[in-house]
């Protein structure tokens, strides 16, 4: 019965999540870009930059943030770096990226200082929801969804640091993950024995559960702002 969770959540659930994100991303693209335009202008001033640079300075150093609270502003940046990181860590998990060894590493770069970075980022983000003013504007599914991303970031740095920490038995080869996700990327769907018979299997499955279900609630909650900021920035800017 353990066994067939375990493989939904590797195999079906992966395929179902990526399917749920791309098609909620797809339809929410659309209703946007199809409802009515606003007449006058959203536009903020003084126009001291082009364009571009003004989109890529209000994203990217998020002003707006640093004028209202330098504390916010700081779990901001760093999380919002450590997600970038994040993404690069899981890309190595599928494809050897040479241009990432650079910085000579093991997979994951930072040495599981990325999920540290964003689990006490995330609690932050979900206490703060408890004071006022913020408390005042949030929706259960903005705790929920905040509980759901911290747990998939718990299980991953478990399961990454058990192995970095050299817990001998605990150890999966990177290459063992990237037969398992060349196998999900060809339809070919396989679980390498290194993986499903590592002993922290069941961290892996539950890292990936609440990562898959993270991934399919995306495009359907606030967390879709990682999008529609750069629009919103961009209509301001116009
Ligand atoms: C919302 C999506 C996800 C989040 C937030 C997330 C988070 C994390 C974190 C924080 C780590 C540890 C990184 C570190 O300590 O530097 C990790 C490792 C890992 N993640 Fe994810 N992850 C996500 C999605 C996935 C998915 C979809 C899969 C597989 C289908 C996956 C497979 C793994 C594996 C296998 C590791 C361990 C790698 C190792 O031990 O070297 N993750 N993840």
Same mark, same amino acid.
């Given at each position: 019965? =353990?066994?067939?969770?375990?493989?939904?959540?590797?195999?079906?659930? *992966?395929?179902?999540?990526?399917?749920?994100?791309? !098609?909620?991303?797809?339809?929410?693209? *659309?209703?946007?870009?199809? #409802?009515?335009?606003?007449?006058?202008?959203?536009?903020?001033?003084?126009?001291?930059?082009?364009?571009?640079?003004?989109?890529?300075?209000?994203?990217? =150093?998020?002003?707006?943030?640093?004028?209202?609270?330098?504390?916010?502003?700081?779990?901001?940046?760093?999380?919002?770096?450590?997600?970038?990181?994040?993404?690069?860590?899981?890309?190595?998990?599928?494809?050897?990226?040479? !241009?990432?060894?650079?910085?000579?590493?093991?997979?994951?770069?930072?040495?599981? #200082?990325?999920?540290?970075?964003?689990?006490?980022?995330?609690?932050?983000?979900?206490?703060?929801?408890?004071?006022?003013?913020?408390?005042?504007?949030?929706?259960?599914?903005?705790?929920?969804?905040?509980?759901?991303?911290? =747990? #998939?970031? =718990?299980?991953?740095?478990?399961?990454?640091?058990?192995?970095?920490?050299?817990?001998?038995?605990?150890?999966?080869?990177?290459? !063992?993950?990237?037969?398992?996700?060349?196998?999900?990327?060809?339809?070919?769907?396989?679980?390498?024995?290194?993986?499903?018979?590592?002993?922290?299997?069941?961290?892996? *499955?539950?890292?990936?559960?609440?990562?898959?279900?993270?991934?399919?609630?995306?495009?359907?909650?606030?967390?879709?702002?990682?999008?529609? !900021?750069?629009?919103?920035?961009?209509?301001?800017?116009?």
């Amino acid at each position: 019965m =353990l066994d067939l969770f375990a493989y939904i959540v590797m195999v079906p659930m *992966v395929y179902l999540a990526f399917i749920l994100f791309v !098609a909620g991303m797809v339809w929410k693209l *659309v209703r946007v870009f199809r #409802s009515p335009s606003i007449t006058g202008t959203l536009g903020l001033f003084p126009r001291e930059l082009p364009r571009p640079l003004a989109v890529a300075r209000d994203a990217f =150093l998020v002003p707006s943030a640093f004028r209202k609270d330098r504390v916010f502003w700081v779990f901001i940046v760093a999380f919002h770096a450590a997600v970038l990181f994040l993404i690069l860590g899981h890309c190595e998990l599928v494809w050897n990226i040479p !241009a990432l060894q650079v910085i000579p590493h093991r997979v994951f770069l930072g040495a599981g #200082s990325v999920g540290m970075v964003m689990m006490i980022g995330t609690l932050y983000f979900l206490f703060r929801r408890f004071g006022a003013p913020v408390r005042e504007i949030s929706v259960p599914e903005d705790y929920f969804l905040l509980i759901i991303l911290f =747990l #998939s970031i =718990l299980f991953g740095s478990i399961l990454h640091l058990v192995d970095r920490l050299g817990i001998g038995a605990m150890h999966v080869p990177v290459q !063992a993950y990237r037969e398992y996700f060349a196998g999900l990327l060809t339809l070919n769907p396989r679980l390498p024995v290194m993986v499903s018979y590592s002993p922290h299997y069941a961290v892996m *499955v539950i890292h990936i559960f609440f990562s898959n279900l993270f991934i399919m609630l995306f495009p359907f909650s606030k967390m879709i702002h990682a999008v529609f !900021a750069f629009f919103a920035y961009s209509t301001a800017r116009r």
